[in-house]
């Protein structure tokens, strides 16, 4: 499979050691927004770039009927558009904001727990996340794709950033070292207290989740998830 990559940071380059041991070839890396990109070369392009980059990365790949997995998190309030952009091109699309197996794992058991939680209302939901302080985003994008897990299946309404109250799920984000990403969810009661976590130990479960969803995406029309690639119910 032939790969353009769109980001060669942290991520980007470690996909390409992932991708290049999986048999893959890397056709392009473009890291600024003035580089050209050979579309034609591409069989699928993978986007971990900036909250301020992915959006032109990635629907200018759907013009050109190239594939895209995305991971870049921070700019989901152009996703719609770009669903509208890949349906009207009849291009394929991924995104996740997390594209480790682990936290996948994680996002289910955590609106199972959710469920179970509900009507508990003695037990007060909050939310930590922990990363390095390169991170330009807070929170991250895997922490807002769990409090919406939450809200799915719970009385919680809203999540918000270092503020709890009524139906709110706060969520404190921590930037420390070079941490790759932990994840914890705790319901607190007045005796005791729940906790869920996911603790990233380097990123290569994120690279190896994106390469995975590239290899599934081939020859697919439509917007798909992780849940679709790792066959989870
Ligand atoms: N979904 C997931 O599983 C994961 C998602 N992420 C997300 O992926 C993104 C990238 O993470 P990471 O690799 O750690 O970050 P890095 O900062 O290490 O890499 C991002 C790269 O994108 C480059 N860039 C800037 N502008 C453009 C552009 N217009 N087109 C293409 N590339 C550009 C940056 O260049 P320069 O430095 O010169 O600006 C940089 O090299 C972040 O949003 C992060 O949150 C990270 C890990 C896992
Ligand atoms: O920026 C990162 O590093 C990460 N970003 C993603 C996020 O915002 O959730 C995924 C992972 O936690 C690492």
Known sequence: MKIGLFGYGKMGKMIEQIAQDRGHTIVAKIDDPSQEADYTSMDVAIDFST???????????????????????????????AIKICEDNKSAFIYASNFSLGVNIFFELNKHLATMMAELEQYKVSMEEIHHTQKLDAPSGTAITLAEGIIENSPYKKWELDKSGDKIIPIKSIREGTVPGTHSIAYDSPVDRIEIKHEAHNREGFALGAVIASEWIQEKVGIFSMKDVLNLS
């Open 51 to 81: 909250p301020e980059a992915a959006f032109d990365n990635i629907t200018n790949c759907f013009r050109n009927k190239v594939p895209v997995i995305s991971g870049t998190t921070g700019w989901l309030d152009n996703y719609s558009e």
